[in-house]
């Protein structure tokens, strides 16, 4: 079966047409400025071409309907027809507390979704419009959803609970939800594979270092921790996004600078972070090119960011009482060799020793620890499609 897989944002959508039968991946493709003029779709036929083609896109229908074009294509195109599309996977980022694994998206499903939509007024919306697009235009194929939180919801009370008035945990669902959950149960579950090693035996922290970063703690293969919270703000610092800081400082900049409704908000997810911070770049490599011209603040935001990302290594050891692996994934994560380097620095009394040749490597699948390390590192890079691919054949099948 073909399973086609879409992650749709507020102005994009990215696409991949996948063959379960040996999980090859046959086309990915990118919509980009939906609504807004010079909308673009680039496909690619792997191994075989690239095309990029303007076309006006006004809506995600539309967009949709050129991924269906450019799938079906009978010069760039993997499919005859949309027949042969077994099921579309499409990733969504908050289930809240109701799903904690994927699930075929049914009427109630829709609704169940639209309710968390106050829980994640950025990110649902694009996914579930999405969604009904891929409906309209395959109405008899069926569609599984895919949740961000889902991976997350094993963790434990003492976790996920927030140190607040516990009735705006019943009333709001205000409690910790972690994300980027496809993504921490794909590394963990490749590092188990490269180890040899049950994931059921094994305590694992996989560091997900994207524009967006989070940690999570797995322990015999379910998430017990993890470093984003009640929106991805939380945790660790990112490229734009504050991550945790002492919430008197909103009230504090709000007076002190007399913010309007929402700037706080905006503040710290678009102009905090290692932007913040360097008054440089969100983007690791502008930072280190910036740091090797003396840029002292470009410095600055590279240590505040590895040293919150060994904060929580820390953090998991401890609440695991040990570790077996660490893994890096994501841009930064599979990319940026002096930021792997500066994380495992003199981390050799728990056991963290990374080999800093074996480390001289980027977006390839392999250990990177020193034979000596009691704790194996891991570069992994992430496969959320494959993930998404997965799941929804497995839904399918059933
Ligand atoms: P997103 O959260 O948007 O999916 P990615 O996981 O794609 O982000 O990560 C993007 C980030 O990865 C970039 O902003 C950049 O900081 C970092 N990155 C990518 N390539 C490199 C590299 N060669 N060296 C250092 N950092 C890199």
């Known amino acids: 079966m073909k399973v086609l897989v879409v992650n749709c944002g507020s102005s994009s959508l990215k696409y991949q047409v996948l063959d379960m039968v040996n999980e090859n991946l046959l086309a990915k493709g990118l919509v980009e400025r939906i609504g807004i003029e010079g909308s673009v779709i680039t496909h690619e036929k792997i191994g075989i071409d690239k095309v990029v083609n303007e076309i006006p896109m006004e809506t995600h229908k539309d967009a949709i309907e050129n991924v269906i074009k450019a799938v079906t294509d009978k010069d760039h195109g993997v499919v005859e027809s949309m027949d042969e599309i077994g099921a579309v996977g499409h990733r969504v980022v908050h289930a809240g ?64 609970i927030y140190a ?72 660790l610092v990112m490229g734009t996004r504050s991550g945790d800081i002492d919430p008197a400082i909103v009230t504090y900049i709000r007076q002190k600078e007399g913010l309007a409704q929402g ?10 972070g290692v932007l913040g911070i360097s008054g440089v770049s969100s983007d690791f490599r502008d930072l280190e090119k910036a740091a090797e011209e ?10 505040v960011f590895a040293h919150k990302v060994r904060f929580y290594i820390g953090a998991y050891i401890a609440e695991m009482n040990g570790v077996d692996a660490v893994v890096f994934t994501a841009g930064v994560g599979e990319n940026d060799i002096a930021m792997r380097d500066i994380i495992c620095n003199d981390l050799g009394n728990l056991g963290i020793k990374l080999d800093l040749v074996k ?40």
């Not at 017990?224 to 929106?231: A, C, P, Q, R």
């Open 263 to 272: 700037v706080a908000n905006e503040i710290l997810n678009k102009k905090s």
């Open 164 to 235: 607040l008035p516990y009735e705006y945990y019943k009333k709001y669902g205000i409690r910790r939800y972690g994300f980027h959950g496809t993504s921490h149960k794909y590394v963990a579950e490749r590092a188990a594979y490269m180890m040899n090693v049950n994931l059921d035996d094994l305590k694992i922290i996989t560091c997900h270092l994207g524009n967006g970063a989070s940690v999570s703690a797995i322990k015999r293969g379910v998430c017990i921790d993890t470093s984003m919270g009640f929106t991805p703000l939380e945790g």
């Open 359 to 398: 480390n001289k490597v980027r977006g390839k699948e392999m250990e990177i620890s020193r034979d000596d390390s009691k704790v194996k590192i891991f570069l992994i890079p992430t496969n959320e499609e494959l993930m998404i691919a997965r799941d929804t054949y497995k839904i399918v099948n059933k």
């Open 97 to 160: 507390e109701r799903y904690s694994e994927s699930v075929l998206i049914t009427d109630k499903v829709m609704q169940v979704l639209n309710e968390c939509v106050e829980l994640a007024p950025l990110h649902n919306p694009p996914n579930l419009i999405g969604i009904e697009a891929c409906k309209q235009l395959m109405p008899k194929t069926p569609m599984v959803a895919v949740f961000d939180t889902a991976f997350h919801q094993t963790m434990p009370a003492e976790s996920y």
């Open 294 to 303: 003396g840029n002292e603040r470009a410095l600055l935001a590279i240590k």
